[in-house]
């Protein structure tokens, strides 16, 4: 490939639109032989204007996809026993099939603690330690949905990570360490890279996969990617700006995921595509 040639784009919005398709037939599927339709319960702690967005949006997209939607708000001051309380009752209800907890929660809370009281059959967004755990072993599980989201915009442009260098600049707990250990699984060979790497340049122009998930706008710069590369951009920032310099970069890679419209469909089509299956799980069928 040249570097006059421009990249094709990963087009995350209609494959994100054919998985919920199959996904409201499925969840269709399910009613009638159940009488009781799949449930999402969302967890949103204040209300930050943002979240507040994105939980509107899921609600909505669950609606679609013939999916219940049950919405928790809690007040800003809600401490980590309360949110933990909450957490652990809507997994105890056997009406609630999937439990999101938007993120973040607020710094005076303990994430961690609020995740794990997820029951990990009910964890659709990935985010227990069980999750982790089984998709580093290649378990039966849920798979944290932005990184299962890249894999199937990899699966669908024909991308097989067996013996390339993919390399993921972000190591978060729900995106950077688990799309780097899905990635493996895949055979590839994976490195992180954070904020302490020394010449991050250096490390990203050998890979032939990168995987962008650290959220600054524009880290990644079009002379860093090698001619040729994969290039998934995961990162959102104000005025839909990606972790990558889009302009500069789609001249020098293959394939690359626009922002918006590439991996952040994906997020969503991921969440409610395992919450069909894990009602389905729960009820049995």
Do not use: W
């Not at 794990?116 to 069980?130: L, M, N, Q, S």
Request: aromatic share 4%.
């Amino acid at each position: 490939m040249t570097q006059t040639q421009a990249a094709r784009l990963m087009d995350g919005t209609a494959l994100a639109r054919r998985i919920v398709e199959d996904t409201a037939r499925r969840a269709a599927e399910l009613t009638d032989r159940t009488g009781t339709a799949p449930c999402l319960a969302t967890v949103l702690v204040g209300e930050d204007p943002a979240s507040v967005t994105y939980v509107r949006m899921k609600q909505n997209r669950c609606r679609k996809a013939g999916i219940t939607s049950r919405h928790v708000a809690l007040a800003a001051t809600t401490t980590t026993d309360e949110l933990v309380r909450t957490l652990r009752e809507l997994s105890a209800d056997p009406g609630v099939h999937g439990i999101l907890l938007q993120h973040p929660v607020g710094d005076h809370i303990d994430e961690r603690a609020a995740f794990e009281a997820i029951a990990p059959e009910k964890d659709v967004d990935g985010v227990t330690f069980a999750s982790f755990a089984t998709m580093s072993f290649g378990l039966p599980g849920f798979v944290s949905c932005t990184p299962g989201g890249i894999v199937r915009l990899l699966d669908e442009y024909g991308v097989d990570p067996a013996g390339k260098r993919a390399v993921v600049v972000g190591r978060s707990a729900i995106l950077g360490k688990p799309v780097g250990m899905l990635l493996l699984a895949r055979d590839a060979t994976v490195t992180y890279c954070h904020s302490r790497t020394r010449d991050l340049s250096a490390a990203v122009r050998e890979a032939d996969i990168v995987v962008a998930a650290v959220g600054r706008p524009r880290l990644i710069r079009g002379q860093d990617i090698k001619p040729g590369a994969v290039v998934i951009d995961a990162g959102y920032n104000p005025g839909n700006v990606g972790d990558v310099d889009f302009d500069s970069a789609v001249e020098r890679a293959s394939l690359i995921t626009p922002v918006p419209g590439g991996v952040g469909p994906m997020t969503i089509a991921t969440l409610l595509e395992q919450t069909v299956t894990a009602a389905g799980r729960q009820l049995g069928v």
